[in-house]
């Protein structure tokens, strides 16, 4: 698993300096909006945040941090999903993502047990993926990616239905977002 591409591929999509008046993040260059950045030491003016800090911030808070890198072992596809699903909607949704998808999956804890969806990548939820992995084999890998792809679509339709100023970026989120890795 190749994380600076996975860095870099963020970065080439979502472009330079955005303030859209529908963003609630507000200004954003790179992707990374002004709280995160600001979060992370950055002082200077959001238009010229340097991309090689963006990607330094992308793997330290979205890649590192949330421990999707040990997913990245075991499982590519699944930990490029994580990546992308937590920059764009948080780590913490991602990971609860995944841990849904396992429970869902697990033949009613006959493959391996239930997990509690904490939102966390911790020992439990890498032996779940590990069970769930085993008794599906690879093949399965590409099922719980649909999966947590079928969750981030269903929350970025909830959440254009709820603030329809968010309409304006439905269609590139699920263009960009949801789909064949």
């Known amino acids: 698993m190749d994380a600076d591409a996975l860095i870099e591929a963020v970065i080439d999509r979502e472009g330079r300096y955005v303030n859209h008046p529908a963003d609630r993040g507000g200004p954003t260059c790179w992707g990374i909006t002004e709280a995160v950045a600001r979060s992370q030491g950055y002082t200077g003016a959001m238009r010229a945040l340097p991309r090689a800090e963006a990607a330094a911030i992308y ?7 949330p421990g999707f890198d040990k997913v990245a072992l075991r499982a590519a596809a699944i930990a490029a999903e994580l990546f992308d699903t937590g920059v764009n909607m948080g780590t913490e949704t991602a ?5 849904r998808a396992l429970n869902a999956l697990n033949r009613s804890a006959r493959d391996y047990p239930d997990i509690a969806v904490d939102r ?7 032996a779940a993926l590990d069970g769930f992995l085993k008794a599906r084999g690879k093949g399965g890998e590409t099922v719980l990616v649909r ?6 679509g269903e929350r970025y339709i909830a959440l254009a239905e709820r603030r329809p100023s968010q309409e304006a970026f439905l269609y590139g989120w699920l263009a960009n977002r949801i789909g064949p890795n």
């Open 95 to 99: 990971t609860g993502f995944l841990q």
């Open 59 to 65: 793997r330290r808070i979205y890649w590192l941090r």
């Open 147 to 152: 999966a947590m792809e079928a969750l981030q």
């Open 120 to 126: 966390m990548i911790g020992p439990r939820t890498l």
